[in-house]
């Protein structure tokens, strides 16, 4: 083994360590979007279903974490009748 | 006031067996009262690393289901008066464990003990959510390796949401347990270093036990690290970790396994 293998191997704590931050910092994201996108979720289908008749399956939220912004796309398919009423 | 310990890890094989033994023992020798109970239904080991693995009659599984009372599957250690062992069924799986059940059961411990150390399978199903439900503290064991620090995260992170405490909006008291370290290796950079663990897990530490051969002796024997040799490397670790979880304030050191000379150069010593 040249020299220089030796001092990879040397080093190999501190590619673990950026490894499991990066990893971790991603997982964690992950777990808090799941409840925050729930609740959001609950919340948004609350104040629809206020106004308008919707099925709960038609309702796609999704969050898009950037690294200066985050987008939160809300889709809601919402029936033609109820599209009636809206206009009217 | 009863305490209700989790010992947990996600990833297996990483000590948990051996650390509830090792700990349960530490603070029955101190003179606690304390039962292990081991969670890990279908695979059943607790018994084993406790010596006693022929005296099994009832276990948790037929106390949850009321076949046998809790008196008749406790299981008295030979060694020290003041522990006890709730073992595991074999034979059954873990959906034979029931909420309502493992509550009440625990409930049942918490009268009768001062440490009530429920020993967790690996993994996150029903039998590893329902060791942590009840629990006031946990013990995470972690390996300063890469899987077993990501799924110790995980572990922190279940710990903070699906605890019956996390539930009530209560803080449930968590503790790093870094089991088969090795100073030497740390210290050459080839092993993630304490630092490292504590930096990623943001948890503070209970204790550090060194990989040691004495770990292997003692399950070889059925007995708990701090017993068969007290005065070895892990044991040392274990009964400061023990003290540490009574609220004692027990310097933390880094355990030194062997003696060559890399390790004069670069081992360390923590104050």
Avoid at chain 1, 64 to 79: N, W
Avoid at chain 2, 70 to 90: H, M, N
Avoid at chain 2, 128 to 141: K, N, P
């Amino acid at each position: 083994m040249s020299i220089f293998g030796w001092f990879r191997r040397r080093s190999s704590a501190p590619v673990a360590r950026e490894r499991l931050q990066i990893l971790l910092a991603h997982e964690r994201g992950v777990r808090g979007q799941s409840d925050l996108l729930a609740i959001l979720r609950e919340e948004i289908l609350a104040v629809i279903e206020k106004h308008v008749p919707i099925e709960r399956d038609n309702v796609q939220i999704k969050m898009d974490r950037g690294d200066a912004v985050s987008t939160l796309e809300i889709d809601v398919e919402v029936p033609n009748s109820a599209g009636l009423l809206l206009s009217a | 006031m009863a305490k209700v310990l989790v010992v947990t890890s996600g990833k297996g094989g990483v000590g948990k067996t051996t650390s509830t033994a090792a700990l349960g023992a530490a603070l029955a020798q101190s003179g606690q009262s304390v039962v292990v109970v081991d969670f890990d239904v279908g695979l059943r080991n607790l018994d084993l690393v406790m010596g006693a693995e022929r005296r099994v009659v009832f276990d948790l599984i037929n106390v949850v289901q009321g076949i046998a009372k809790l008196s008749q599957a406790l299981i008295r250690d030979k060694r020290i008066e003041t522990l006890w062992l709730l073992p595991a069924s074999q034979t059954r799986d873990k959906d034979a464990l029931t909420e309502e059940g493992v509550a009440r059961v625990i409930k049942e411990l918490r009268a009768k003990f001062d440490w009530v150390i429920c020993d967790s399978p690996a993994g996150i199903e029903r039998g590893a959510t329902l060791a942590m439900r009840f629990a006031d503290a946990a013990v995470i064991v972690t390996n300063p390796e890469v899987s077993s620090v990501r799924d110790s995260d995980r572990m922190i992170g279940l710990l903070d949401s699906k605890t019956e405490k996390a539930e009530k909006g209560q803080r449930i008291e968590k503790h790093i347990l870094i089991t088969r370290y090795d100073a030497a290796r740390a210290a050459r950079g080839e092993m993630l270093s304490i630092e490292d663990v504590l930096e990623i897990l943001s948890t503070p530490l209970l204790g550090i036990i060194p990989e040691s051969e004495e770990v292997l002796r003692a399950s070889n024997l059925g007995s708990p690290v701090t017993l068969s040799n007290a005065a070895s490397a892990p044991a040392r670790a274990y009964l400061a970790a023990a003290r540490r979880l009574k609220g004692e304030d027990v310097p933390m050191t880094i355990p030194n396994g062997k003696k060559g000379l890399l390790d004069k150069l670069f081992g360390r010593r923590a104050a």
